[in-house]
């Protein structure tokens, strides 16, 4: 259960930048915080009730203060990152580390699209070593993190085919995908195409079935997805990670990590006009419920977004 609550403001550490927040964006990882599923999320996020009482990760706002350690950011700097002290919130303090110079050709609120779901699509994409050339293939590709994957993808150089509902075709052909699969008509699993790399978001096919998509040596990127009460997606990749060594095929469960040097490497790509955040819907803070119910619906565009 959500509620709003006056807190106190965060203590910031010596290497701290307090950050002023003007708005966060919604991730999956909020909600499994939130309902304490799939269990084994509680193992790191607190058995009986969450560790930290607020979530959110993605913030962008305005330096408030820094730490004396603090080098690369002054106060009044606009910023964004991702926050492990929970960005629900008017203040957060992030260590400088964490923090990046918010792109100068986008808003705080399309900034805040950013954090998690870029970096997740960064960092999946070097497991498999995307480059010219490649074909790839992305599932979920009109959410947050598959948007991000599409686009960045295209970045790289690679020819990209993008799978989704029917209904949100044209918004993952608009973000730069050559090619696009309906998934309640054509199963991309069918072996009538060969894939260098495969970015599972959604966990709905088998992995024996997904190998079928990729090149003898392609690569098959484990993020998210759906699963079990108990294990969720982390099942999956378990089973992954003990079938690796025994397959030529590499499949590669993504940890994805906060990174200061990614968002940075984000900044230069937003600012050349090779990634843009795509923002499905904004609310203010108080109804972060319905943001949340929203998002949980499988109905986004992009990303969601709350103002603070």
């Not at 096919?205 to 392609?218: D, E, K, Q």
């Amino acid at each position: 259960m959500l509620a709003l609550a006056e807190v106190g403001a965060p203590t910031v550490a010596p290497g701290d930048v307090l950050i002023r927040v003007q708005a966060v964006g919604v991730s999956a990882g909020d909600a499994y915080i939130m309902r304490g599923e799939p269990r084994a999320v509680r193992l790191a996020f607190g058995m009986r009730h969450p560790k930290q009482p607020t979530i959110g990760r993605d913030v962008a706002g305005i330096v408030e203060a820094v730490g004396p350690a603090v080098t690369r950011f002054a106060v009044g700097d606009p910023v964004y990152a991702e926050s492990d002290q929970g960005g629900y919130a008017e203040l957060v303090a992030v260590a400088e580390e964490f923090v990046a110079r918010r792109p100068a050709n986008i808003d705080a609120i399309h900034a805040a699209a950013v954090p998690v779901s870029a970096t997740t699509a960064l960092q999946g994409w070097r497991l498999a070593d995307v480059g010219a050339g490649r074909h790839v293939l992305v599932t979920g590709a009109s959410g947050g993190v598959g948007g991000f994957a599409v686009q960045l993808a295209k970045a790289m150089g690679a020819e990209v085919t993008g799978v989704c509902r029917g209904t949100k075709a044209e918004h993952v052909r608009a973000i730069g995908a050559d090619h696009v699969i309906d998934y309640l008509r054509d199963d991309y699993t069918d072996a009538t195409g060969r894939y260098d790399a495969v970015f599972d978001l959604v966990a709905d096919r088998s992995l024996g079935r997904i190998r079928r998509a990729l090149t003898p040596h392609g690569t098959l990127v484990l993020s998210s997805g759906t699963g079990g009460r108990v294990f969720g997606p982390f099942g999956r990749i378990i089973r992954a990670s003990l079938m690796n060594p025994f397959v030529s095929q590499g499949l590669r469960p993504l940890t994805a990590r906060r990174n200061g040097d990614d968002l940075a490497e984000l900044t230069r790509l937003i600012e050349a006009g090779e990634v843009n955040p795509v923002v499905d819907r904004t609310y203010p803070l108080e109804r972060v419920s319905r943001a949340l119910a929203d998002f949980e619906s499988g109905a986004v565009r992009g990303k969601l977004v709350l103002t603070v």
